[in-house]
């Protein structure tokens, strides 16, 4: 498609926008700290949708979608300090306050953040490009998470409500909160990505600091009164500004117990370093991904094709779990090119509320320099694109390109490119493949995609030790959100899922005492008297 034919996608103006999906600028002067609405009357950032509009000149612009507050490392600390004070060394009333009842404030949360879905998904489109079905879906995926993690919160607490007698000693073993946690969530998916971590951490007990992404930060805005009216003050407290101000002098405090990243592996380095006893803090993080697809003779193209359009080009290919790197072997590689090629050019491309559509504008200002710089890199080792209209530009939209042969050598054969680019490679022995995953700094996921059970299973025992998730005839994905979704090498540290996020933002603790008829009684009486929220055999419903 031709550039001056992608650009003519863009609203010609506001009134070509649809009622329903048109957003008034949200100028957010306020954010949520130690329970309060803070005003605020300092430096603020502008958001600019990558949704453009034609000015006087024809020139394409994005469109201003409101502002937020830009703290610094004063806020920041005080923010910090409420963080602090509310867990209070795992005497204050979150810590100490019992499951139900943490499940009840929870419950309540959801109720009000129900109340904001349609300027939610609005938000979503808006901020960060994402078509109206997936910001829908994002939505109503996050509720669906949030239920999900209270009813296996109530599995694991209804099992370790019971006592042990073992060896002569009497225990009840039950999972603590850890402490103040840093969640720092992603702009591609700002609301999900950021409450699955968010969530389990709150529901253990922890106190909070949220740094709301650069993308996708006004989208937080509506809920954080739901925040402050739902958990006791200075357990959830928002974090504005510029990560790089805000984020140092906290890490640097020594105050964070856990610090749970969405993002690079150079960012997580970086703030870790800064903590002053690496030891005290626990890290659990999702970071960057090179996920490949292995494309076998005897595979079905047309479950390959199928899989790997949607692997690999979902939300512009803006996922950790999008396919980034297509390895396809020599003697089929035409073949599949041949069928994978006009489909990527087929994609729908649009503005986010037009039916239907699959490609939409990237928010990043400079990522469609980004992606051109790239291709040419690649073309000027002896790869083309080979799509029709593959890498065409206008403003933020950028026609997805699929580019071949790469190799090594070219960026697009190890940089993780986070966006609409396909990169193919030929190959002649599995043993290449192999010997690819071995040496990439990532470690998440690969697909395989073929027929033959022995050429599979010989891929799939070394595949599981050099990647955490090896998908067979399927894209890789994260979900469903029960499976555990981690990474090995640079990919990640730590376990997200519904059961294992809830564990690992909490640590297993244990009241013990020797089995004697004394003994015996002073349990019976904490129990009975429901003296204690930790020794409790209650069982929740």
Same mark, same amino acid.
């Given at each position: 498609?031709?550039?001056?034919?992608?650009?003519?996608?863009?609203?010609?103006?506001?009134?070509?926008?649809?009622?329903?999906?048109?957003?008034?600028?949200?100028?957010?002067?306020?954010?949520?700290?130690?329970?309060?609405?803070?005003?605020?009357?300092?430096?603020?950032?502008?958001?600019?949708?990558?949704?453009?509009?034609?000015?006087? &000149?024809?020139?394409?612009?994005?469109?201003?979608?409101?502002?937020?507050?830009?703290?610094?490392?004063?806020?920041?600390?005080?923010?910090?300090?409420?963080?602090?004070?509310?867990?209070?060394?795992?005497?204050?009333?979150?810590?100490?306050?019992?499951?139900?009842?943490?499940?009840?404030?929870?419950?309540?949360?959801?109720?009000?953040?129900?109340?904001?879905?349609?300027?939610?998904?609005?938000?979503?489109?808006?901020?960060?490009?994402?078509?109206?079905?997936?910001?829908?879906?994002?939505? &109503?995926?996050?509720?669906?998470?949030?239920?999900?993690?209270?009813?296996?919160?109530?599995?694991? &607490?209804?099992?370790?409500?019971?006592?042990?007698?073992?060896?002569?000693?009497?225990?009840?073993?039950?999972?603590?909160?850890?402490?103040?946690?840093?969640?720092?969530?992603?702009?591609?998916?700002?609301?999900?990505?950021?409450?699955?971590?968010?969530?389990?951490?709150?529901?253990?007990?922890?106190?909070?600091?949220?740094?709301?992404?650069?993308?996708?930060?006004?989208?937080?805005?509506?809920?954080?009164?739901?925040?402050?009216?739902?958990?006791?003050?200075?357990?959830?407290?928002?974090?504005?500004?510029?990560?790089?101000?805000?984020?140092?002098?906290?890490?640097?405090?020594?105050?964070?117990?856990?610090?749970?990243?969405?993002?690079?592996?150079?960012?997580?380095?970086?703030?870790?370093?800064?903590?002053?006893?690496?030891?005290?803090?626990?890290?659990?993080?999702?970071?960057?991904?090179?996920?490949?697809?292995?494309?076998?003779?005897?595979?079905?193209?047309?479950?390959?094709?199928?899989?790997?359009?949607?692997?690999?080009?979902?939300?512009?290919?803006?996922?950790?779990?999008?396919?980034?790197?297509?390895?396809?072997?020599?003697?089929?590689?035409?073949?599949?090119?041949?069928?994978?090629?006009?489909?990527?050019?087929?994609?729908?491309?649009?503005?986010?509320?037009?039916?239907?559509?699959?490609?939409?504008?990237?928010?990043?200002?400079?990522?469609?320099?980004?992606?051109? &710089?790239?291709?040419?890199?690649?073309?000027?080792?002896?790869?083309?694109?080979?799509?029709?209209?593959?890498?065409?530009?206008?403003?933020?939209?950028?026609?997805?390109?699929?580019?071949?042969?790469?190799?090594?050598?070219?960026?697009?054969?190890?940089?993780?490119?986070?966006?609409?680019?396909?990169?193919?490679?030929?190959?002649?022995?599995?043993?290449?493949?192999?010997?690819?995953?071995?040496?990439?700094?990532?470690?998440?996921?690969?697909?395989?995609?073929?027929?033959?059970?022995?050429?599979?299973?010989?891929?799939?025992?070394?595949?599981?030790?050099?990647?955490?998730?090896?998908?067979?005839?399927?894209?890789?994905?994260?979900?469903?959100?029960?499976?555990?979704?981690?990474?090995?090498?640079?990919?990640?540290?730590?376990?997200?899922?519904?059961?294992?996020?809830?564990?690992?933002?909490?640590?297993?603790?244990?009241?013990?005492?020797?089995?004697?008829?004394?003994?015996?009684?002073?349990?019976?009486?904490?129990?009975?008297?429901?003296?204690?929220?930790?020794?409790?055999?209650?069982?929740?419903?």
């Amino acid at each position: 498609m031709p550039s001056q034919l992608l650009a003519s996608l863009f609203p010609a103006n506001e009134n070509a926008i649809p009622g329903e999906y048109r957003i008034d600028p949200i100028h957010q002067r306020e954010y949520l700290l130690n329970g309060e609405m803070r005003p605020w009357a300092g430096r603020v950032s502008e958001v600019y949708s990558p949704v453009c509009l034609p000015d006087s &000149d024809g020139t394409l612009q994005r469109q201003l979608v409101g502002s937020f507050p830009v703290t610094g490392p004063a806020e920041a600390l005080e923010a910090l300090d409420a963080a602090v004070a509310a867990y209070d060394n795992g005497r204050g009333e979150w810590p100490q306050m019992s499951v139900a009842g943490r499940i009840q404030c929870m419950e309540t949360f959801v109720g009000k953040m129900l109340e904001q879905r349609k300027l939610s998904i609005n938000l979503i489109m808006w901020e960060i490009g994402k078509n109206l079905a997936d910001a829908t879906k994002e939505f &109503d995926r996050t509720v669906k998470y949030i239920y999900d993690t209270i009813d296996t919160l109530k599995n694991m &607490d209804r099992t370790s409500s019971r006592f042990r007698i073992e060896e002569g000693i009497i225990g009840q073993i039950r999972r603590s909160p850890l402490g103040v946690v840093l969640a720092m969530g992603p702009f591609n998916y700002p609301l999900n990505e950021t409450y699955t971590t968010l969530i389990p951490a709150i529901l253990m007990g922890n106190t909070i600091l949220f740094k709301t992404p650069k993308h996708g930060s006004l989208l937080h805005y509506p809920m954080l009164e739901a925040f402050r009216t739902s958990f006791p003050k200075g357990v959830v407290n928002s974090l504005y500004g510029r990560g790089a101000d805000v984020v140092p002098p906290v890490m640097q405090s020594g105050k964070v117990n856990v610090l749970t990243l969405i993002g690079s592996s150079r960012v997580a380095d970086e703030l870790q370093r800064h903590h002053p006893k690496l030891n005290r803090l626990r890290s659990i993080m999702s970071l960057d991904a090179k996920n490949t697809a292995i494309i076998l003779p005897d595979a079905d193209l047309d479950v390959a094709v199928k899989e790997c359009l949607l692997g690999s080009l979902s939300f512009n290919g803006q996922r950790c779990t999008a396919i980034k790197i297509i390895w396809a072997h020599r003697s089929i590689v035409d073949e599949f090119l041949r069928r994978f090629a006009p489909e990527v050019s087929k994609l729908k491309a649009g503005m986010p509320w037009d039916a239907g559509t699959q490609i939409t504008p990237l928010p990043e200002p400079a990522k469609t320099q980004y992606l051109a &710089d790239i291709i040419a890199d690649a073309e000027a080792g002896g790869a083309s694109v080979v799509n029709e209209g593959g890498g065409d530009v206008a403003a933020s939209l950028f026609r997805p390109a699929v580019v071949f042969p790469v190799r090594e050598g070219m960026r697009l054969y190890r940089e993780e490119q986070f966006g609409p680019i396909v990169p193919v490679v030929p190959y002649d022995d599995e043993e290449e493949f192999i010997q690819y995953l071995i040496t990439d700094d990532h470690g998440m996921q690969a697909s395989i995609f073929g027929t033959d059970t022995d050429a599979i299973a010989r891929l799939i025992d070394p595949l599981v030790n050099l990647v955490s998730r090896v998908n067979i005839n399927a894209q890789c994905q994260r979900g469903p959100d029960t499976f555990p979704f981690t990474g090995r090498k640079d990919s990640a540290e730590g376990t997200l899922s519904v059961e294992d996020a809830l564990r690992s933002f909490s640590i297993r603790s244990a009241v013990a005492t020797k089995d004697t008829s004394e003994n015996k009684a002073i349990l019976n009486e904490i129990v009975s008297e429901h003296k204690s929220e930790f020794l409790s055999t209650n069982f929740i419903f």
